[in-house]
């Protein structure tokens, strides 16, 4: 999108309170890496979220915290978020997040490896945001599906990867594993999927009604 009319639609649109505009600051004052979502990215989730009337959301990395408010926010009043976070440091930032926006008492977080605490989870959950290590996607977009309730909400970030997905020339395991991930999301008959060209690509499909 042009720069102008994104800048328009974001101030109009997703406005980001002080929490959220304190939880993005800290994050690029740490000098971490600049990947966390957009706010027009927060409020389609939350929008989303909404339209289903979502009480339990698996976020798979959860980076500084930083999409899980948006996400905590826009659940049904004693709706819970579950959040799985490799990295120690991250997780620690993305706790002191929720606190701040005031969600912890709605927010799991869970650390470590997402293929080892993937298989510990109950099913039925209502959506499931997929934002993490990319190489392992098509892993992460099964684990999605044993999960998800029938309707729900399959949602993964950086369906285009930074253009990565259409250079032949990247043959690198995070570029491949995106575009596995892609392909599942398109052509599986489990799911009912589009992209939103929105930042990095948004996927967003239903696991149909089986
Ligand atoms: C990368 C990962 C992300 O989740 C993202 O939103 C942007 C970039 C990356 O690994 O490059
Ligand atoms: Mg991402």
Not at 96 to 111: H, K, M, N, P, S
Request: hydrophobic share 50%.
């Amino acid at each position: 999108m042009d720069e102008r009319l994104e800048r328009y639609v974001t101030e109009l649109f997703a406005p980001e309170d002080a929490v959220l505009s304190a939880i993005r600051a800290r994050h690029d004052a740490l000098g971490l890496p600049p990947i966390l979502i957009s706010p027009d990215e927060g409020k389609l989730l939350a929008v989303l979220l909404r339209a289903i009337a979502a009480a339990r959301v698996l976020e798979i990395g959860a980076l500084a915290g930083y999409s899980g408010v948006w996400l905590a926010r826009a659940l049904t009043a004693r709706g819970t978020l579950t959040t799985i976070e490799k990295d120690p440091r991250h997780a620690d930032l993305a706790r002191r997040a929720y606190a701040e926006a005031g969600v912890a008492d709605r927010v799991q977080l869970l650390e470590g490896a997402a293929l080892e605490l993937l298989p510990t989870l109950v099913p039925g959950f209502d959506a499931v945001f997929v934002d993490a290590d990319k190489a392992p996607l098509a892993q992460y977009f099964e684990w999605s599906l044993r999960l998800l309730r029938p309707g729900g909400l399959l949602l993964c970030d950086n369906a285009f990867f930074h253009g990565a997905v259409v250079d032949p020339a990247d043959r690198s395991p995070d570029a491949e594993g995106v575009r596995a991930f892609n392909r599942l999301a398109a052509t599986d008959p489990r799911v009912l999927a589009a992209v939103a060209p929105i930042r990095d690509g948004l996927v967003i499909g239903v696991k149909v009604l089986g």
